[in-house]
């Protein structure tokens, strides 16, 4: 995949942005729907930081509404050459470790590779 310039940059240009590391680049963004926010029915706040993973950071995102529930965060790049089944597997273990049984019980879970995405 690439992308083209019209007109085209300069070589200079061109040297710097393929020496410029895209810390966003081997992210991944995942996100996991609960019907209630149990992690906050036991005090908890929802958030995690973890040098294990997958998710390295997670937060709440919980709707103001109080319709939908949430807990969306980055994974581990590491993980992206995974299946989607198989990363969605080692998340929910993740959150079944810190937040307990409960995890088990989402919604729906989703996430995006972005160095798998097309531009």
Do not use: C
């Amino acid at each position: 995949n690439s992308v083209k310039f019209s007109p085209a940059l300069s070589s200079d240009v061109m040297g710097i942005l393929k020496n410029t590391h895209t810390w966003m680049g081997d992210s991944v963004k995942g996100a996991v729907t609960y019907k209630t926010p149990f992690w906050k029915e036991n005090n908890l706040s929802g958030a995690l930081y973890s040098n294990v993973g997958p998710f390295v950071q997670m937060y709440d995102q919980s709707s103001s509404d109080g319709e939908g529930f949430a807990l969306v965060g980055f994974l581990d790049g590491s993980i992206s050459h995974l299946a989607l089944q198989e990363r969605r597997q080692k998340v929910i273990d993740q959150l079944v470790r810190v937040f307990g049984k409960q995890a088990n019980e989402f919604l729906d879970y989703t996430d995006t590779a972005w160095s798998m995405e097309q531009f």
